[in-house]
Nanobody
Framework: QVQLVESGGGLVQAGGSLRLSCAAS????????MGWFRQAPGKEREFVAV???????YYGDSVKGRFTISRDNAKNTVYLQVNNLKPEDTAVYYC???????????????WGQGTQVTVSS
C-alpha cells in the first residue's frame, strides 16, 4: 500500500532552519505532484508548497522566499527546506501526493502522518 513517511521536524528557535523529508513507497513517485501542508492547533490545514514531477514549484504566500520544496525521484523523496522560521510556522507538517498539481487539499490522494515543527520565540 502507499506510504508517505515524514521526518525532520523538531523544536527550533525563531530564525532557525530545518529540513523536512518525506519518503514515499507503494506508488510510482514520478507520476505524482508532491505537496506539503501544515496544520496548527485549531486551524485549517494550510497549503505550503507543491512540486510537479518535472520540478516546477509553487508556494503559499506566507512561506514564499523562506521555504524551498525539492524532490529526488531516484530516492522517492520530497524535501522541504524551511528557513528563517517564525513562531507562527509552528504546526504539524504533512506531505501528500496528488495525481495533478494543485493547492487544494481535497485533491490529494495520499497523506503522511505528519511531523511536528515547533518554533520558540
Amino acid at each position: 500500500q502507499v506510504q508517505l513517511v515524514e521526518s525532520g521536524g523538531g523544536l527550533v528557535q525563531a530564525g532557525g532552519s530545518l529540513r523536512l523529508s518525506c519518503a514515499a513507497s507503494g506508488l510510482t513517485f514520478s507520476n505524482y505532484a508532491m505537496g506539503w501542508f501544515r496544520q496548527a492547533p485549531g486551524k485549517e490545514r494550510e497549503f505550503v508548497a507543491v512540486i510537479t514531477w518535472g520540478g516546477s514549484t509553487y508556494y503559499g504566500d506566507s512561506v514564499k522566499g523562506r521555504f524551498t520544496i525539492s524532490r529526488d525521484n531516484a530516492k522517492n523523496t520530497v524535501y522541504l527546506q524551511v528557513n528563517n522560521l517564525k513562531p507562527e510556522d509552528t504546526a504539524v507538517y504533512y506531505c501528500a501526493a496528488a495525481s495533478s498539481t494543485t493547492r487544494i487539499k481535497e485533491r490529494y490522494n495520499y497523506w503522511g502522518q505528519g511531523t511536528q515543527v515547533t518554533v520558540s520565540s
